[in-house]
C-alpha cells in the first residue's frame, strides 16, 4: 500500500510539472524503451500476404486495407484493418506513451488511424479515427483538422494511475479524456475500418517510439 501510494503521489507530481509548462515536451519525464522489427507485429486480412498490405521502405511504414476486404482472421467478426500491433510492452499500470510521424493520403476517411486497445466495457481506451480529413477523437471531438497528405507528429499518453488518456498533436495537448478502465493495453496503429469507409484507406507512419514514465521505472 504504501509503495502504491508513493508511486500514485509521484504520478500526480509528474502531471503538475509536465502539464504546468505549456512548451514542454510531451516525453519529458519518459524514458524511452527499446523497439525493434519484433515489436510490430502486422495484423492485415487474413486472406492476403503481407506485401499486398503493407510495406516498409526508408523508414516509413505504409498500411493500406479495402472495405470489402476480409478481417484478420477466419474467426473474428471484427471489420477490415492492417495494423501494427505493439506487442512486447503490454501493460496494465503505469503511465505509457506512444510517439510518431503520421500522415493520410486524401480520400481516406472513416478509419481509425491508432488505438490504446483495452478497457472493461468496449475494446479500447483511445481511438484517433479520421473523418473527410478531420482527425477526431473517436468520432466526437475534432483533434486536428485538415490533416490529409502532410506528415503530423503524435503523441498518445495513457495514464492508467488516474485513468486518463491524452493527445498531443504537433507538440499541442488536444485532448484529456477518460480512459475504459483497466484492463490489458497496448497501443496499435494504421488503418483499421470504421463507419461510412472510403473504398480504400491507407496511412503511413514513421519514427515510432514508445515511452514509460520515469516515475515508474523508479519502482
Sequence with gaps: MARMLAILGGVLIWIASVYADSTASPTKGFTEVVLNATNFIIQKP????????YSFIDG???MWVYSDD??????????????????GYDYTNGVWQFEGDMYVPRGTS????????????????LMLL?????????????????????????NGIHNTDEGKVFVFVDGQEKVVANDGGLANHYFKCGVYANNNASSCMESR?????????????QY
Design 60 to 62: 516509413v511504414h505504409s
Design 110 to 125: 472513416g478509419v481509425c488511424v491508432m488505438q490504446v486497445f483495452g478497457a472493461v466495457k468496449h475494446a479500447t481506451s
Design 70 to 87: 476480409k478481417p484478420h482472421s477466419p474467426e473474428s467478426k471484427t471489420r477490415p484493418r492492417t495494423e501494427i500491433r505493439i506487442q
Design 130 to 154: 479520421v473523418s473527410n480529413g478531420n482527425l477526431r477523437h473517436y468520432n466526437d471531438q475534432v483533434v486536428a483538422s485538415d490533416i490529409y497528405d502532410r506528415w503530423i507528429h503524435l
Design 46 to 53: 487474413y486472406d492476403k500476404e503481407e506485401y499486398e498490405r
Design 205 to 217: 507512419w514513421k519514427n515510432i517510439r514508445l515511452y514509460k514514465s520515469d516515475l515508474e521505472l
